[in-house]
C-alpha cells in the first residue's frame, strides 16, 4: 500500500486554467483535478462515479483533450487550460446540449456532464462520426439509466447540425 | 430536422401539440433549482403541520391542496390550522400568486422517471395553466402533510394521478367562479384557458393572477363544478412534453446528493465493517491523522443485525476535502472482527440454496392437485436457475450532507423517501422527528439503493460529533461492498403437459434471504405472500400449480432494486416457458400465446393466493389479473418485432417473454447477434407495454429502454459474490455493467393506449426482459443458459452441439 504521506506533494503551487479563469493550487498535489474543481472550486458539474477511470462521470478537457478528472494529479496539470462541462458554452447552447435536450436524453442526468464532455471532443475531431466512430468513443462511460440509444441519436443530430 | 429523427423508432409516435413547443421550452429554461436556503425555524413545539401551513400562507396568493378527502382551499381560519385539530392529509399543492406565477410542490424525489414533470404537467394541464408560468419546487420529508413520500413501487402515478387532477381541476373551477362574479356573468359563459379566464360573449381575459385576489375570498365551486377534463379536453397530459429538468441536467447545473455546499462543511469518508454484523476490534489512525486536511477521526458504534436503516457503523475519517479524506481513510489500520457472518461464501450459498428449493416449501399459492396432474401427464420437465446478488450500482454513490446545530437536524441528501430519513435520523439521535428537515436533491439514480437513509444518519450522526457540517461521501467500492444487495436466488421449476402441448401442472420453488432480515430477527426466508411480487401472479392458464417459498438465511443486507424478485422470478419463469416450448416442439410465442388462454379477468385472493393475497398495494377489484391485456401485449410485441418474418442466420436469435408486474402488463421481444467470442450485442428490442392510462408516455419510453439495459446487465454481466463474508467486487472494473457498445440500437416501444388506471412504469419493464435476453441467446446459439450472469458461459458456442441438454 502506498504511503500517504510520502506521496502527499507540496511542490511549488500550480497554476492552471479552468474554463478561462486563472486558478492557482498550493495543497496536495497528488489531489486528483476532479476533487480539485468540486472541492476547491465548487465546480460541481463534474461528478465522481468511480474514481478508476471507469465510468466516464468525471470527464472535462485538458488542453482540448477529454481527460479523466479522477486521473489527473494537480501536479501534472501546472500550466494547463482545464474546461469542464459549466465551460463547454457560454450559455449552455453548445450543438450536444441543444440535441440533448431536444431529444430529452437525460433520465437522472448524473452521467451527462461526461458524456456531454466527450462527445463534444468527438465531434471536434470527427464531425461526421458513424455508430461505430460513437461506440469506440463512448464505451468508456456509463450511464445507468440506459440512456445509450438516445446520446446515439443526440449526437448525430448534433453532427448534422453543424455541418 | 429535429433531434428527434434521430430516433427512428420514436419519431412516429412523438408529435408534440403544437400549441406547447415555445411554452415548455421557457419552462426547461427557467430557473428550477431547488431551493437549500436554510429554514430558520425556532420553536420546537410548535405543530409542524400547521407551522408548515402558515409558512405556504404567508407567501401570500392562492394555495390548493388535494388529499384524499378532496382538495381545499388554505385559509388562516382553516379548521385543520387550529391546535389540535385532526390531522389533514393533502399531498399535492398549488400555489397561485398575484403575479401569476403558478409553483407546484412536488412531493416525490426525481431519480430519472421524470417525475418532476409529470406531476406538474398533469395538474397544469387540469387548472388550465399556462405553462411557462409553472414552477416546481421540491417538498421536504414530511409525511403528515405530502402523504406518502416514499418514491419506489413505481407508485407515484398509480396512487396518485386521481389527486393531481383534483387539485389542478380544482383551480380551474375557483378560477372561472372568481372571473364571472368580478364581471357579473353566469359562470356557465367563461372558461379558463392558458393562464386566464376568458368571457368569450365580451371578448374579456383576465389572467390567472389577477383573480388571486377574489379566488381567496369566494366560496369553493361546488363539488359539481370540479370537473376533471375529458380526454379530448387534454392538452399536455398523454402527449410529448419536454423534461423540466433539462437545462440543469446538460449544463452541470443539477443539484445532486453530493453537490450542496455549506460553509465550514468538513467531507467525512468511512471505513464500514466489510461483513454484515463485524465490528472494529483495534483502529490505528496515527498514521491518517497525518495526512494533510485529516482534521478527526470518530467512531460510529456499529448497528448489529438486522441493522434496518441504521448505519452499519465502524471508522469516519474528517477531513477538509474529499481528497483528504479518502487518503486518510487508506492510512487507517483496523482489525475487524467479523462475527457470525464471516464464513458467507457464495458458492457454498449458491449449494444451500439449490437444497432448499428440492424440498417442498410453503405454498404461495396453490391450485389443484400437482403431485397427481404430474403423474399423470405425458411429458415432465423440470429445471433450476439461480440469479446471484445485483447491486444498484446507481451512477452517484450515496452522500448526503447534515448540520446539526442548536437541537436541530438539516440535511441534504439524494433521498427516495425523505420522510424515512426524516424518521430514522430522529430515532438515530434521539430527538423529535419536529426537528429534523430532509431537504431532497436530484438523485444520480435510485434503483431503490436511496430508499434507505443510513447514509444520511451518518451525516447527521458526524455533524452532531464534530460541530460542523458533515458531508458523507461513499466511495464507488463502499457502494458495492456495503449496499443493501438484490437477493440472491435459486429457483426450481416443474411442469406437466399432455399429449398437445398444454401444460397441466406447475410447481414453482424459490428461495432467497428475504428483504424482511433487514428488518427483524430470525428471518428464515420469504414470507408465501412475497411470491406475489412476479411468481405466484403468473397469467398463465394452468389446472394444477403450486408455487412456494423455500427457505434462505440472510448474510448481508438485503434490500430493494428495481422491480425487486420478479428481476429472478421474471428471468425463471421466462426462461422456463420457452423450454417448455422447445419440449412441446412449438413456436416460442404461439406456446406463450396459449398459455396464457381464454381471455379471464381473476381476483387470484379467490383463485389459490395465500393472505394477504397482496396485488402491489392496490385491491384485486380494481387490479385484477387481466390475461386478456397480457395476450394483447404478447400480440403486439409478435407483431411489431417481425417475430412472423424469416428465421435468423445462426448467431442471431430472438427470445420472448411476458410479466406482470406493478400492475403492469409488459411484454418483450429482445434480438440478439452473439460474436463467435460470445460477445453479445442486442440489434433490436420490441416492448409492448398496457399500463394503464400513461400521463408522459416519452418518459414512459425512455423508462422502457432503461429497462432493457438495465436488465441486460443483470442478464449478462453483473455479479456480486461473497468470500469470507466480504463482497468480492470492488469498482465497474469487476462489477460490470451493459456499456455503449452492447446496447440496442433500437429500442422500439409501442404503448398500448387507455384510460384505464394507471400502473407502475419505471420497474415493469424489467421482469420479462431477463427472460427474453436468455430465450433470444438459445435461439442464437443453442445453448441453454440457467445461471447468471450469462458472462463467458457462451464462449466457444460455435463448436457446441445446437441443442443443450433440454
Ligand atoms: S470518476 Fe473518473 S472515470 Fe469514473
Ligand atoms: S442518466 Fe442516469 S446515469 Fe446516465
Redesign the pocket.
Known sequence: MSDPIRDAEHGAPITLTVNGTRRTFDGDQTMPL?WFLRDELSLTGT?????????????VHVNGAPA????RRMSTLNGAAVTTIEGLHSSGEHPLQVAWREIDVPQCGFCQSGQIMQAANLLTSNPAPSDQDIDSAMT?HICRCGTYPRIRAAIKAAAEKQS | MSGRDFLPWLAASSAADPALGDASDSVAGASLELSHSASGESGATVNTHRRDFMKLLGLGGLVIAAGPFGARRLEAADRSLAPGAEPWDPHAYVRVAEDGIVTITCHRSEMGQGIRTTMPMIIADEMEADWAMCRVEQAVGDEPKYGSQNTDGSTSIRDFLGKYREAGATVRALMEEAAAKEWGVAVSEVSARNGEVVHTASGRTRGFGALVATARTIAMPAATRIRIKTPAERRWEGKQMTSIDLVPMTTGKGVYGADVILPGMKVAVIARPPVWGGKVVRVDDSAALKVPGVERIVRIPETPPPSAYFPLGGVAVIAANTWAAIKGREALKITWDGGPNATYDSAAYKATLQASVRQPGKAGRAVGDVPSALASASRKLSAEYYVPHLSHAQMEPVAALARVANGKVEAWAPTQSPMDARNTVAQYLKVDPANVTVHVTLLGGGFGRKSKPDFICEAAYLSREVGAPVRVQWTREDDLQNSYLHSVAAHRLEAGMDANGKVTAWLHRSAYPAIGATFAPNVPGPQPDELTNGASDIPFDIPNMSIEACQAVAHTRIGWYRSVNAIHHGFAIGSFVDELAQAAGKDSADFLVSLLGADRSVDLSKAGLVAPASNYGASWTDHPLDTGRARRVVELAIDKSGWRSARLPRGKGRGIAIHRSFLSYVAMVVEVEVLPDGTVLVPRTTVAVDAGFIANPDRARAQMEGAIIMAMSNTLYSEITFAQGKVVQSNYRDYQVTRMRAAPRVVDVHLVPSEGLPGGIGEPGVPPAGGAIANALFAATGVRVRELPVGKQLAGWMARATDSEG
Open positions: 476532479l461528478k465522481y462515479g468511480c474514481g478508476i477511470s471507469q465510468c466516464g462521470a468525471c470527464t479523466r478528472s479522477c486521473q468508456g
